[in-house]
Structures are given as structure tokens and as C-alpha cells.
């Protein structure tokens, strides 16, 4: 066993043990479908001689007596598999991959079925109950038993075959449907039913070698769902939950009925930025590299960052500004300064969009296309950076008739997921929100982002030469004239000057309450005398509320930590990247500052402004169109007085 990682090893020679059975499974056995209504009768033609339709796997779970099945069907994979391709007697490569992941797949999840025995005690009433000497008192035990037996072994089957095809899969997708031949009775009929309905699954849907990745991942993770749903009422598994396993040979983690993930980033086809290519946005530039930074910090052992344990950690932030300001150039520089940073460390970093392709018309696939984007993103196993992009489009208002049923779903999926009740930051992934019209995302969205940027881009007439030098190029001979190219972009300078901007307000709504706060309580130099603008702030504005608190702590608590990681930290993992947990939080405790008056001020007042900012736009976008609503109202109105006349 792990002991940094609690879990056991599932052994190589237990697993090669399986496959002759896990081999005879996909040649062939007959099935009577008990729940699941057969969608093709027919069974695949043999091709070859002394291939029956007899079954070739019977039962070897003594003292089992199951329902008499009327009519079987003759379930026979690898001829179904291999005939995809037609009558060409050279096996498609695809083909041979996927027969490799089942066989694969199904001797791990016997395995597990026997460890799980083992270990429940399973394995001993079974022994009695094939002696007749079980007793009636643990007949309903040994039933419970053989049902959590079956649920784990369909667990594990699913899971292997979604992270055993993982590197295989395509931008193809392929809706199976939900799974219905889920049986409990004992681990061997649970896979005749999930084999079953898995042939009829690439009968159907794998016509051609493309589709049959897809098919097999869209059943398998269908198997899952329903497996884990059925598993969160069901008894005596801890067996199975309270134990974490690991198959060395294939990297792959069992942790209940959790879906493992493989531990690989995905190869990022981006063009990257270089900060110095990032004019202006000198706040959302310094905490982008910053954050990058954090991230590198999160231990895998562990599978938590001191930051996160700290407070100092960004997990959702929202970039926002007009168009042509440069988010997308942010992002771009964000995802090549971590994935630098990665590939001199050595950890997996994975990158994703959710962007308005995701949204489907198709009930509860836009919903299943965030929930994916979640999940990759937060697996632990990964260093993770994932954004919406235009969140303004993908995530619908709730109350909005306009917002499509999909981007509802998105919206509920990224609530949930963002600040739900099962939320757990483990500060190995940051989400990053990006809108050129955040008054347009919902209300309870927008605040469950920790952190804002504001994406101003250039601003001052230091920032527009430098911009103009940097898009013309070096395929020129004008002279700079005076003025010293990118000294306006120095990060610690322009970062300060920024921070201190914000020590007053800046929206008209806000100065308001400033002013009246301030005349009426002095300086805001007390805890008190902030707690009072706070609530000054919420009058003004109803939509402040207690998570706009905590978000301006959790920003304070980030500036406590405003200092960057040295750079040779990054470049030498050794020196920080590699020691242990302790040993990295104590490297950050070292450097964190005290949390000052001044800090409390500027965040509650950038947090603030940009909430104002928001509502007046909101405001001012819904009375607009509550005029052309009157209008219309008016127009139609006179045309039907007219016509009535």
C-alpha cells in the first residue's frame, strides 16, 4: 500500500488471473434482457467454424439460483466488434483497441469483485450457502452483499473502459441513451446485462470503426451514472468505498464509485502570450501570473495547495471589459506561463473552454457538456485552468425568457459547481469567467466569482505607444521619439499605482455612499467604521450581500499574499515545487504580509465598484428594453384601432 496515498494495489497477477474468463465473457454467453428491450434481435454471424450460439461462460458463483430467462439472445462481442469492418479479414486497428480496453476492463473489475469477497466476507457465505448450511438469519445479508458485489464490479467495469479509451477518444460523441440493464443479483449476471446492453449499443449507434470509440465512452459513462445513482441507497458497501485501489500497470485509481480520470493534460494548441505582450490591465496581468504561480504549488501527494489552505487562493475570478481590450490575450498568457511551468516540473496541465458550442438543444446535454468541463478541470490528478468564454452567451439569466433551456442548465451546473454544498477547492484549479457584458450574466453567477479583473486594456499614452510599437513589429525604421518603450508596463510600478486608484470610488452610485459614510463616521480606519460602509453599500444595493463580503475577504486575503513566488522557484523545482507539504506552506507563511486598513479599503472598493458597474448596466439594459416593450405595446395598439376603424 501507498501510504501517502492511501491506496492498495490491485495486483497485476490478480487481473491477468481474469482474463480467460474476462475472454470467454466477450466470445459469447446468452442472455434474456430482464428491464431493457432488445433494439436488434438478431446476432452477429459467426466467422468462423466451431464458434456456437451455446454459452461459452456459465455460471461459477455457487449456490446462485436466478429467474428462469425465456427465448436468450446469443451476446457475442468480439464478432459484433470485429464485424464492423465487413468482410475484410484484417481486424481495424480501432477495433483491436477497444477489444483490448474490455478484456482489460472486465478482468480488473473481476478482480476487484474477488478483493471486494474477500474482504466482506463474502466469500464465505457463498461457500455456505452452495453447503446448504446458511443460515436464514444472514440470507438477507448475503443478498445485500451480492448486490454490492455487483454494483462494484459494474463500477469498476465502466470506469476501466472510460480511462482505458480515454487517449482514444475524438471530438465525436455519440448519444447511447440512458442505461437500463443494470442487475444486482450477483457480479456475473451484472455483466451479462451490461455486455448485452452494450452490443446492442454498437449494433445500433458503431455502423462504421469512428463511431465505435464513442459508442463504448458514451455507454460506459452512462453505466457509471447509474451504477453510482443506484449505489447511494444501497447497503454494505463500504467494502468497496472505504478503500482506495490502484492498478500500477495502467495508472488507473479506484476510489469508489468515482470516475477516474487519466492523468494527462491535454496538448494546448494555443498561441501564447508573453506578459510583456499584455499592455495595460496591470492588475488582472499581476494576478494572472500570480495565480499561475499558486498553482504550481498544489501537492500531489497531499492533493492540496498551501494557498488554498492559507486563504490566499483564487478559485473563480471574472474578467471583464469592453471589446478589443484583451481577454483573450490574458488568457492566452495565463495558459502558456502555466503550461511552462508544468513542463519544467513535470505535472500534467489540462485546459478547457466551455464556450457556446456547449449548448444543446438536446435536453440535459448542455447540462452533461458542463458537467464534463467541471470534472476535467478538477481532477486532482491534473493541474487545471478552465474558462468561459463569453459567459454572457453560455450561461443563461434565470427569470430571462430569452436564456435557451441549455444555457439554464450551464448556469445551475456552474453554480453548483462554483460555491455548491459539495464544493471542494484543493487549489489545483483556477475557472476563469470572461464576459464583454457581465451585466448580462446572472446575478448569483457573477458573485460566486472570488475575484474580478477588470480588462481595461491600454489607458494612459505610455500604455497606447507601447501597444502601437508592440502590434507594428520590428519591420520598420521610426523612431520611438520620448519615450521609453514598455517602462509603463513594469509590473510592480504600474500594479501599486493601480492598487492605489482604488482607495477611492470610482462609479457615481458608489461615491455616494462613500461621501455619506465617510461624513458621517470619519475615516474608515476600524473595523467598525468598515462594517458600516459595508451596510451603507447593501442599502444601496440590495444585490450586496454576504457573499460579496466574503469574496472581499478572500481578495484581502490574496493581497496578504502579494508577493510572487521567485522565479527560480519555478525554473528549479527543487527549491520549492518538490519539498514536501509542510515544508512549501512554511515557505509561503514566511512570505505572506499583514492584512492593513488600506488593503480592506481598495478591495471593498474595487469589489463594489465593479458590482455597481454591473447593476447600472443591468438596470440600464432592462429599462431599455421595458421601453420597447411600451412601444411596441403603443404601435400595435394604434394599428389595431385603425384597422378596427
Not at 312 to 337: C, N
Not at 419 to 426: E, L, P, S, Y
Not at 441 to 447: E, G, H, K, M
Request: glycine share 8%.
Amino acid at each position: 500500500m501507498s501510504e501517502a496515498r492511501g491506496e492498495m494495489e490491485l495486483k497485476e497477477e490478480a487481473i491477468r488471473a481474469q482474463y480467460g474468463a474476462a475472454a470467454s465473457l466477450l466470445s459469447g454467453f446468452d442472455h434474456a434482457p430482464r428491464i431493457a428491450k432488445a433494439r436488434v434481435a438478431e446476432t452477429p454471424a459467426e466467422r468462423s467454424p466451431g464458434v456456437g450460439a451455446r454459452p461459452m461462460f456459465r455460471s461459477t458463483t455457487p449456490g446462485l439460483v436466478t429467474r428462469p430467462m425465456a427465448r436468450p439472445e446469443g451476446v457475442r462481442l468480439i464478432e459484433r466488434i470485429e464485424g464492423i469492418g465487413g468482410d475484410d479479414p484484417i481486424i481495424d486497428p480501432t477495433e483491436a483497441v477497444v477489444l483490448q480496453a474490455l478484456r482489460r476492463a472486465l478482468a480488473i473489475a473481476l478482480a476487484l469483485g474477488e478483493a471486494f469477497s474477500a474482504a466482506a466476507g463474502l466469500i464465505e457465505l457463498k461457500k455456505a450457502n452452495l453447503e446448504n448450511r446458511l443460515p436464514a438469519e444472514r440470507k438477507a445479508e448475503f443478498s445485500e452483499l451480492l448486490a454490492g458485489e455487483a454494483l462494484a464490479v459494474l463500477s469498476v467495469f465502466a470506469n476501466g473502459v472510460a480511462f482505458l479509451l480515454a487517449a482514444h477518444a475524438t471530438a465525436e460523441t455519440v448519444e447511447v441513451g440512458a442505461v437500463e440493464e443494470v442487475l444486482t443479483d450477483n457480479a456475473q449476471l451484472a455483466l451479462h446485462g451490461a455486455l448485452w446492453e452494450l452490443d446492442q449499443d454498437i449494433a445500433v449507434f458503431a455502423a462504421e470503426p469512428p463511431k465505435l470509440v464513442p459508442t463504448v465512452l458514451g455507454y460506459a459513462e452512462q453505466l457509471m451514472a447509474k451504477v453510482k445513482a443506484r449505489a447511494e441507497s444501497a447497503p454494505r458497501l463500504l467494502a468497496f468505498t472505504g478503500a482506495n485501489y490502484r492498478v500500477e500497470a495502467d495508472d488507473f485509481p479506484i476510489a469508489g464509485f468515482e470516475p477516474a480520470r487519466k492523468a494527462r493534460g491535454t496538448t494546448l494548441v494555443m498561441s501564447f502570450k508573453k506578459p510583456s505582450e499584455v499592455v495595460g490591465n496591470h492588475i488582472a496581468k499581476y494576478q494572472a501570473m500570480r495565480l499561475a504561480k499558486m498553482l504550481m504549488a498544489y501537492d500531489f501527494e497531499r492533493k492540496l495547495n498551501p494557498f488554498a489552505e492559507l486563504g490566499g487562493f483564487i478559485f473563480t475570478f471574472m474578467g471583464d471589459g469592453k471589446p478589443g481590450t484583451g481577454k483573450t490575450t490574458l488568457i492566452q498568457m495565463m495558459a502558456g506561463l502555466i503550461d511552462g511551468y508544468c513542463k519544467v516540473a513535470g505535472y500534467p496541465f489540462r485546459y478547457q473552454n466551455l464556450s457556446i458550442d456547449n449548448v444543446d438543444s438536446y435536453q440535459g446535454k448542455s447540462g452533461q457538456n458542463a458537467k464534463a468541463f467541471i470534472t476535467t478541470v478538477m481532477d486532482p490528478a491534473v493541474i487545471g485552468f478552465g474558462t468561459v468564454d463569453d459567459i454572457d452567451q453560455v450561461a443563461g439569466k434565470r427569470g430571462d425568457r430569452q436564456s435557451s433551456a441549455g444555457q439554464q442548465e450551464i448556469t445551475a451546473v456552474l453554480m453548483e459547481a462554483f460555491a455548491g454544498a459539495n464544493t471542494v477547492v484543493r487549489g489545483n484549479c483556477t475557472f476563469g469567467m470572461f464576459s464583454n457584458y457581465p451585466e448580462n450574466v446572472d446575478d448569483a453567477l457573477r458573485q460566486r466569482a472570488g475575484a474580478r479583473f477588470l480588462v481595461d486594456g491600454p489607458q494612459s499614452r505610455e500604455d497606447y505607444i507601447d501597444i502601437l510599437a508592440l502590434l507594428l513589429g520590428k519591420n520598420h525604421a521610426i523612431p520611438v521619439g520620448e519615450h521609453e518603450l514598455y517602462a509603463a508596463q513594469e509590473i510592480k510600478r504600474a500594479v501599486a499605482a493601480s492598487f492605489e486608484g482604488h482607495s477611492q470610488p470610482h462609479e457615481d452610485g458608489l461615491k455616494a455612499v462613500w461621501v455619506a459614510v465617510e461624513g458621517s463616521v470619519g475615516p474608515l480606519d476600524t473595523l467598525a467604521k468598515l462594517g458600516a460602509y459595508l451596510k451603507a453599500i447593501q442599502e444601496a444595493d440590495g444585490r450586496f450581500t454576504g457573499r460579496a463580503v466574503k469574496n472581499i475577504t478572500d481578495a484581502v486575503k490574496v493581497r496578504a499574499m502579494d508577493f510572487e513566488l521567485p522565479d527560480e522557484w519555478m525554473e528549479k523545482p527543487d527549491l520549492f515545487l518538490f519539498k514536501p507539504y509542510d515544508e512549501k506552506k512554511a515557505m509561503i507563511e514566511g512570505l505572506r504580509r499583514p492584512i492593513t486598513v488600506e488593503m480592506v479599503v481598495q478591495e471593498i472598493n474595487r469589489y463594489a465598484d465593479s458590482e455597481f458597474r454591473y447593476a447600472d448596466k443591468s438596470d440600464e439594459v432592462a429599462i431599455e428594453g421595458a421601453v420597447r416593450d411600451m412601444r411596441r405595446m403603443e404601435e400595435a395598439k394604434r394599428r389595431y384601432l385603425e384597422g378596427k376603424g
